[in-house]
């Protein structure tokens, strides 16, 4: 399998461009996550979907902040406008169901720079 | 809510020498404790996965414990090398639902 895959690896954008990060999920996982990984914050969960459903968006800063999941095998995060402080890595996570002993899977991630 | 605190942040070792880490969280209603290690410029990567039932997990030269009355997990890695060196973050799932909550990871460097 090859695992989690995100697209771009590196994103550098303009303060107030539009920014769409992409997310594969492994086959045949039901659950998708996305996570913001700063140096000041760590690893913080924005939104987590089960069976293509968002069920927890709490972690979502602002309405700029968007996901979708349209099906099983994609997702999409995205910042409309975007500014500097939302420079960070973005990661998409899968696991193959919504209980609680799944472990995680983790894509390479999406280094956003925003000036 | 759940916080989850990894000390120390850094710790250098020579190779050979057996690596410790530690994780406490707050609200011991969990689920499951996954610890992840992270290279740099990668993802994170699933190491162990301990449920609330168990008190330990054992992969290979990695060993992970579990009290959860005490709010600790420990991380053991026997006769460390180069190439153990990396982030190790542990995380925990809470009663509530499926979300993980991370600690702010340990950086292990392993000198040959």
């Known amino acids: 399998d090859a695992g989690v895959i995100q697209s771009p690896r590196h994103e550098v954008t303009e303060m107030g461009q539009e920014v769409t990060l992409r997310c594969k999920p492994i086959s045949g996982h039901n659950s998708l996550f996305w996570y913001r990984q700063t140096m000041m914050r760590g690893l913080e969960l924005l939104i987590y979907?089960?069976?293509?459903?968002?069920?927890?968006d709490s972690g979502m800063p602002e309405d700029r902040f968007s996901a979708k999941m349209p099906n099983a095998s994609f997702s999409t995060l995205k910042i409309q406008p975007s500014e500097p402080r939302d420079s960070a890595v973005y990661f998409c996570?899968?696991?193959?169901?919504?209980?609680?002993?799944?472990?995680?899977?983790f894509g390479n991630g999406t280094r956003l720079t925003v000036t | 809510k759940q916080e989850v605190t990894q000390i120390p942040a850094a710790l250098s070792v020579p190779e050979g020498e057996n690596l410790v880490l530690n994780c406490s969280f707050t609200d011991s209603a969990i689920y499951n404790l996954q610890w992840f290690r992270q290279d740099p410029g990668k993802g994170l990567t699933s190491l162990l996965l301990i449920q609330s039932s168990q008190r330990e997990q054992t992969s290979g030269r990695l060993n992970a414990s579990l009290d959860k009355s005490s709010g600790r997990s420990t991380l053991y890695i026997a006769a460390s090398q180069p190439g153990d060196s990396a982030t190790y973050l542990c995380a925990v799932v809470g009663a509530a639902g499926n979300k993980l909550t991370f600690g702010g990871g340990t950086r292990v460097l392993v000198k040959p």
């Open positions: 979907f089960n069976n293509n459903v968002p069920i927890d």
């Open positions: 996570a899968s696991s193959r169901d919504s209980t609680s002993g799944s472990p995680l899977h």
